[in-house]
């Protein structure tokens, strides 16, 4: 299994930036997906994460200004992050977990995890 973030970069604070990740080596449509972020000195994060049947959930940091989507035939999920915070530049991670029920903000419920993908926003 292996799963590639990209879309991270330099934004200024207002901004707006989509994440995307594709995921390879698994059934995606059986798959639970979330992202995570994890700034310096910091615990990882939880943002949202999405189940197999398409069910989003959102950490309250994350709620009102980012959007968990997800392309099955494109084995993709994004993260569609506006009004962008300096607060918000970290690393972001997606993960997935490939089948069964989740914990859907737990690191632990998730099997495998992307490389991460630096989101910095300017003030």
């Known amino acids: 299994v292996q799963l590639q973030a990209s879309g991270g970069g330099l934004v200024q604070a207002g901004g707006s930036l989509r994440l995307s990740c594709v995921v390879s080596?698994?059934?995606?449509?059986?798959?639970?997906m979330g992202w995570f972020r994890q700034a310096p000195g910091k615990e990882r994060e939880p943002l949202a994460a999405m189940s197999w049947s398409g069910s989003s959930y959102y950490a309250d940091v994350a709620k009102g200004r980012f959007t968990i989507s997800r392309d099955n035939a494109k084995n993709t999920v994004y993260l569609q992050m506006a009004s962008l915070k300096p607060e918000d530049t970290a690393v972001y991670y997606c993960?997935?977990?490939?089948?069964?029920?989740?914990?859907?903000?737990?690191?632990?419920?998730?099997?495998?995890w992307g490389q991460g993908t630096q989101v910095t926003v300017s003030s």
């Open positions: 080596g698994l059934t995606f449509t059986d798959a639970s």
């Open positions: 993960a997935v977990k490939r089948s069964g029920a989740i914990v859907v903000f737990s690191t632990t419920s998730y099997e495998y």
